[in-house]
């Protein structure tokens, strides 16, 4: 069976080579010829494409499976931050209806500022949700939208490695779409953002990302405008899904330059372009959030100006048809020269234009892609966040594994040969390994071009071992055997009207014809197609060599299995809200961000204004319901900097900072007693950062000593004197009887003994991860005690210099 | 005119303390002092002035009958122990008049009415070894003319009392949410203080001959009581009389002020969701919105005072509830709206099951918290099938958490798909409603019968039972669905391969 299944990908493999020629000229004869070769084909075809349904049944199956591991290992629930704002907003939809979704002020977060959702979020992931939530509604299936958006993702990476499939097929045929989708299916990376819960926009972009490619190269291969349309919406899906389009939009003009240059023009490729800029420009300036973005951001000119260039090939390429040689000659020269003057002039006023606005015309992440460096240098929020560094090369390990290793086998089984398909493939390779070295990100969007290159290698290799094994045990049975070859060719011409009927509406009808003609063929006629492939192509490893080959291809393959089911398991799967850790007493949980979000939900005011790092602004809203100052959504760093510098301040000015913005509670989260090392200690840094870059009092050497964040009796007295000091370590020193020694900084604390005056402690967690502090309210004067009252003037003197210091005043 | 003040006498002397305690919180004790002594001259003078006023109104303003009958003693005895008051009133009846009756009244103050969850009774028959007890029916009464909008119960004795014949009656009665702290708010490190108001004597439209008030307190801490002679202290016991010969509705108003940290788990609303398949399983949902009912929590919480001093820091907290589960209860699951509570422990055992869960944070006085409990139990421990062919299920009514007051409880029968004429049988009175409820792959909908129950203890657990009629075919209505559309995907899939639709031959 093993074999047999073999030889099937490796049948399937020969034909899109020349498919890929065949297909726009519509040349039925040409296939039927080609076909009668491998009469048996249409058997084989048709009970291949049934296992091949059924393998990437089982394909969609794996896919959706081992992303079920944090449910399994945990709860279902929602991971993370920006899945929980995905949820909320998700929650509003299928509460409210679409038309409240577009007009959502949502005045819960950005406190006093407010936020408009519907203008501002990519709506893919919450309307597919939403629509798949109230389908099965209808049908009475009553699940609650959490347990959609938590198995949102799996879903679509299973979609994902369908499409991949499909991409992949097109390229380099049924067994590399196969080993492709496969591979996809649990490759680590994408594993990491798309795990259930993790409802993130990421999960089902990627899918549409895919497909949007596959559709481009289908409409390349086919030269059909109904593909060219489907290749617009899926386009208008990704570009609602996420702000990633963009990678679409300039790879796509990319290729279709680099077809240009090599001479690789044709109507296909015009058919493959044209519409795609028309249509998926008009549909994607439907999307709130990109609107008229869609025209006048630099991300989009690139689109623009291949679709002149097409324009301008395709009029040369229609006159050159018109005139004669000479003729042409003389216009090229002509307008060659004349629209040399013109493009200059354009492109004047192009750059003069870009250069007029600020940030010439890209947004910080944009160029932070262009140069990596560029964020670290200018953008500390951008650089703060630990998914927008660049990534290390044991992440490369982690996150593709042996795909690393497979791909420039991949990129040279791509060259042989060089088709428009293969070669798009190629240049989306390329690209992504660039980006994904920018942001770690980003490495998400390689991860479906190392699968497909690796699945070109290894179905490549795989075919070229069984080649030769097979070509191996068909010599050794004809020379066992030599009447044999009598037999092959009477069987071999007797089905032949037949099988050109049925490989004309092979692709177009699902094999039907093949279907009918099964009973008439027979399925013994493997060696003459062994023997006209080797003729063919002339490539046979020794035998020895191709088992062993084959031996360690499936070694390969099995440690890839091995390490994405490991990560799947343990590295991607925790929900990261809820922490556990293993001990010799066993498992032991730690809940405590849900214990104080569910604390604050329940025992504060409606109307509460919670103010905390922006980290867990999403997280706040969405499970404790509160106003919320700054969120994940980083649009307004003004903002964010009041926070960081409040954080950073003495707890005098800080108190005046909240109180002007109305802050009832402040949280912050503490790893001190139990060794959690992400915690607004360890993230001080950037408060003071982005703090000191909006307001200088804030200066960041205040904080450091010997170049460092210190906490211990080295700590400076700005350090010690900062309210996010003082509300982590607030009593910390009276658990373990005076000593404070915080185990993420593995130090005792350097100030041990200390009161809040304009603070006071409301809640701390059962771990103490998350503690939260109600800002006192101002004392009321008391009458008669002149004598304080007086040294009060007189100590605030110094005091009105430090109000001057409040943003906000 | 006179009679209408007498149960607001409380009030005032309520009014006038906490006036001053309010006005000069710093001088607490001083003033407590004076307000006692204010208070217990002031209460003299008025229960004075209501046996004046009931001697006067006696033989005018009662209805005829009661008069007739008077109560030779009366033992109380009220359990303080937990924010759950439990009365225990043991009466000697007899009948003075010349008619039978057969019924005896109970007076409350409208207050208690209020707040009285269950009443029951009993006829004692016989002593010590030979004691038998035979319940008794107790309703409202329509007797609306008690003094000060007293309210009154009736119950109705097994047999007709004879002129001049005895009956002894134990009356149980539970109040709920009738201690009231104070100080109303304590912050962590203090203790809960309540105060409990009743009467020392008992309220009565009889004559009482001899009577004793016995009141339990949680431990001996009393901070003060009031004394109406003779009345004593003993550990935990407040005992008030015996007085004798008490005319009916005499009310000396007490107040009681004593320390109770139980935990005062108040459930302010209860949604249960049983839901019936006919393929062996019962499904049950409980929402939970729980509350800390005790004296408010005032300023900051400490976590460290609360981990490192947990014997006075926080002492009327609770940290966990426990959930009786009936027995082979499987697949149970304790969360709220953002997800698992990973802080429960199950232990099953042959007879019960205990779930014991802790919210996510303890409760503090004030706090709220909401969850979610779901448990599966196999459906032959609690469906059955009656003689006239119908089916009933037997189940508990109320609230599985052990000493909690449900405020208003909502039991959501849901039967199966299909089932007609749904009744309920409840042992009490509550509000019944019908609703349907669609889930999955259902087209009709299924029935649901609804009760509703406000002010439920834990002795309102006892079984309920909804009868209705179901055909078992019913039970394959959805597999056979969904086998048929997959059946006719199928044959839409064969009749498409076998179709050829295409334009060019």
Redesign the interface.
């Known amino acids: 069976m093993k074999a047999l299944i073999d030889s099937e990908i490796s049948r399937a493999h020969t034909k899109p080579h020349i498919r890929g020629f065949r297909r726009p000229l519509m040349a039925v004869p040409v296939d039927g010829i080609i076909k009668q070769s491998t009469p048996s084909s249409s058997l084989r075809f048709a009970f291949g494409n049934v296992l091949a349904f059924f393998i990437l049944l089982l394909i969609g199956v794996l896919a959706f499976s081992i992303r079920l591991f944090s449910v399994i290992k945990y709860?279902?629930?929602i991971h993370e931050f920006d899945p929980y704002f995905n949820y909320r907003v998700t929650q509003f939809l299928t509460k409210n209806g679409i038309y409240d979704f577009w007009n959502w002020f949502d005045d819960r977060t950005w406190y006093p500022l407010g936020r408009v959702i519907g203008g501002t979020v990519y709506p893919g992931l919450t309307l597919t949700a939403g629509t798949i939530w109230k389908v099965l509604h209808s049908?009475?299936?009553?699940l609650s939208v959490e347990t959609v958006c938590v198995f949102t993702a799996p879903v679509f990476s299973a979609f994902a490695a369908w499409a991949a499939y499909l991409l992949t097929k097109e390229v380099k045929g049924t067994g590399a779409g196969l080993t492709a989708a496969v591979l996809l299916a649990m490759v680590p990376s994408y594993i990491s953002r798309s795990v259930a819960g993790s409802y993130d926009n990421e999960a089902v972009a990627i899918f549409a990302l895919i497909f949007t490619f596959y559709l481009y190269i289908k409409t390349l291969n086919t030269g059909s405008l109904f593909y060219a349309t489907l290749n617009s919406i899926s386009y208008f899906y990704m570009v609602c899904s996420w702000g990633g389009y963009t990678f679409i939009i300039n790879l796509i003009p990319m290729h279709v330059l680099l077809c240009i240059v090599t001479g690789r023009y044709s109507s296909r490729l015009y058919i493959a372009y044209a519409p795609l800029v028309v249509l998926g420009t008009l549909l994607a300036a439907l999307v709130p959030v990109v609107g008229f973005n869609a025209v006048m951001t630099s991300e989009h000119f690139a689109s623009f100006l291949v679709f002149i260039v097409i324009h301008v090939v395709a009029l040369a390429y229609y006159i050159k048809g018109m005139l004669s040689p000479k003729m042409f000659k003389v216009a090229a020269t002509l307008v060659i020269s004349v629209g040399l003057v013109v493009c200059i002039g354009v492109v004047a006023v192009l750059v003069a234009v870009v250069a007029s606005s600020p940030t010439k015309g890209w947004s910080g992440r944009s160029l932070s892609l262009l140069d990596p460096t560029y964020a670290s240098k200018y953008i500390p929020i951008i650089a703060s966040v630990s998914e927008h560094q660049p990534p290390t090369w044991p992440s490369y390990f982690m996150d593709i594994n042996v795909l690393a290793f497979l791909v420039p086998a991949g990129i040279i089984a791509c060259f042989s040969p060089l088709s428009d398909a293969s070669s798009f493939v190629i240049l989306y390779l390329v690209m992504s390994v660039y980006f994904s070295g920018v942001m770690v990100r980003l490495m998400l969007v390689f991860a479906p071009a190392a699968c497909i290159m690796s699945g070109i290698a290894l179905s490549e290799a795989f075919d070229v071992c069984t080649r030769s094994i097979k070509y191996y045990i068909s010599k050794l049975s004809e020379s066992l055997q030599t009447d044999a070859g009598d037999i092959v060719p009477g069987n071999n011409t007797s089905p032949q009207s037949d099988v050109i009927k049925t490989d004309k509406?092979d692709d177009?009808?699902?094999e039907?014809p093949s279907?009918k003609n099964k009973k008439k063929e027979k399925e013994n006629i493997e060696k003459p197609s062994v023997k006209s492939k080797t003729e063919k192509r002339p490539l046979v490893l020794p035998v020895e060599a191709s088992i062993f080959a084959l031996f360690l291809i499936i070694l390969l393959a099995a440690f890839y299995v091995i390490h994405s089911v490991w990560a799947a398991a343990e590295a991607y799967s925790a929900p990261s809200?809820?922490l556990t850790s293993h001990s010799h007493d066993g498992l032991h949980?730690f809940?405590d961000f849900?214990?104080a979000?569910?604390?604050l939900s329940?025992?504060t005011e409606v109307d509460d204004k919670v103010a905390s790092w922006w980290d867990y602004g999403y997280q706040t809203t969405a499970?404790a319901n509160r106003t919320v100052i700054v969120d994940n959504n980083t649009w307004n760093n003004t903002h964010i900097a009041t926070v960081g510098t409040a954080m950073s301040s003495p707890e005098k000015d800080a108190w005046q900072i909240f109180n002007s913005l109305d802050v009832k509670y402040v949280l912050v989260v503490f790893g001190g007693l139990v060794g959690y090392p992400s915690d607004d200690i360890n993230k001080f840094l950037w408060m003071v950062r982005i703090g000191g870059g909006v307001f200088p009092h804030i200066k960041e050497p205040d904080y450091l000593r010997d170049g460092q964040y210190r906490i211990d009796s080295q700590a400076t007295p700005t350090m010690l004197n900062s309210l996010m000091y003082k509300l982590s370590y607030f009593?910390f020193v009276?658990?373990d009887g005076g000593k404070g020694y915080d185990r993420v900084r593995r130090t005792e604390i350097g100030k041990k003994y200390f009161k809040l005056t304009h603070f006071?402690?409301?809640?701390?967690?059962?771990h103490?991860m998350v503690r939260i502090y109600?800002l006192k309210p101002q004392r009321n004067r008391i009458r008669g005690k002149t004598k304080k009252s007086k040294s009060k003037t007189t100590s605030a003197t110094p005091r009105s210099g430090t109000t001057k210091r409040n943003p906000w005043h | 005119m006179l009679a209408k003040t007498l149960f607001r006498t409380p009030d005032i002397s309520q009014h006038l303390r906490l006036g001053s305690i309010l006005l000069l919180p710093r001088e607490k004790t001083r003033v407590n002092m004076e307000v006692f002594v204010a208070r217990s001259r002031l209460t003299l003078i008025l229960s004075l002035l209501a046996l004046l006023s009931l001697s006067f109104r006696s033989s005018s303003s009662l209805p005829s009958s009661p008069s007739e009958l008077q109560i030779l003693t009366a033992e109380r005895r009220i359990d303080l122990a937990s924010h759950i008051i439990r009365v225990v009133l043991t009466l000697k009846v007899q009948n003075d008049g010349a008619s039978p009756a057969s019924n005896v009244l109970l007076a409350f103050p409208p207050p208690q009415v209020k707040h009285l969850a269950l009443i029951q009774a009993a006829e004692i028959t016989g002593k010590k070894k030979k004691k038998a007890v035979h319940p008794l029916d107790v309703k409202p009464s329509d007797h609306t003319d008690g003094p000060n909008g007293a309210k009154f119960f009736s119950i109705s004795l097994r047999n007709p009392l004879t002129s001049g014949g005895s009956v002894s009656v134990e009356v149980s009665y539970i109040l709920t949410q009738s201690l009231e702290p104070f100080p109303v708010e304590i912050s962590q490190s203090e203790p809960q203080l309540v105060l409990y108001r009743d009467s020392s004597s008992i309220l009565s439209p009889y004559a009482i001959k001899q009577q004793t008030t016995v009141i339990r307190t949680p431990s001996t801490k009393v901070e003060s009581f009031t004394r109406v002679e003779p009345s004593s202290q003993i550990r935990t016991e407040l005992k008030y009389g015996p007085y004798v010969d008490q005319s009916p509705y005499s009310f000396t108003p007490i107040l009681i002020h004593f320390e109770n940290n139980n935990p005062f788990a108040v459930v302010e609303e209860l949604v249960r969701e049983i839901e019936i398949s006919h393929w062996g399983n019962l499904q049950i949902t409980e929402h939970y919105t729980l509350v800390h009912n005790g004296a408010k929590h005032k300023?900051?919480?400490?976590?460290?005072e609360y981990?490192?001093r947990p014997s006075i820091s926080g002492v009327s907290s609770f940290k966990h509830l426990v959930a009786k589960l009936p027995p082979r209860v499987h697949s149970v699951y304790y969360r709220?709206n953002?997800?698992?509570?990973?802080?429960s422990h199950l232990r099953t055992s042959y007879s019960k099951s205990e779930l014991e869960i802790e919210p996510?944070?303890p409760l503090l006085g004030?706090?709220?918290?909401?969850f979610v409990i779901g448990y599966g139990l196999p459906l032959q421990d609690f469906l059955f099938e009656s003689n006239d062919g119908k089916r009933y299920l037997n189940f508990t009514f109320g609230c599985p958490i052990a000493e909690t007051v449900v405020n208003k409880i909502t039991n959501k029968v849901v039967l199966p798909e299909g089932s007609k004429n749904p009744s309920a049988v409840v042992p009490f009175s509550v509000d019944n409603r019908a609703e349907t409820k669609?889930?999955?792959?259902?087209?009709v909908g299924r029935p649901v019968v609804v009760l509703e129950k406000e002010n439920v203890v834990p002795e309102h657990n006892s079984h309920f039972q909804v009868y209705y009629d179901f055909h078992p075919m019913f039970m394959l209505a959805e597999p056979l669905m969904l086998t048929s559309v997959f059946f006719f995907l199928f044959v839409a899939a064969v009749a498409y391969?076998h179709m050829?639709i295409?334009i060019r031959k």
Not at chain 1, 139 to 142: A, D, E, G, K, M
Not at chain 1, 760 to 766: A, C, D, G, N, S
Request: proline share 1%; glycine share 6%.
């Open positions: 709860e279902s629930v049908l009475n299936i009553p509406k177009l009808l699902k039907r279907r809200i809820v949980v809940d849900r214990e979000y569910a604390w329940h025992n499970m009593r009276e658990t006071e402690e409301v809640f701390t967690t059962h103490w109600k | 300023g900051g919480f400490s976590r460290v981990q490192s709220d953002i997800g698992n509570i990973s802080t996510r944070y004030g706090w709220k918290a909401t669609y889930t999955y792959l259902d087209i391969l050829d295409s």
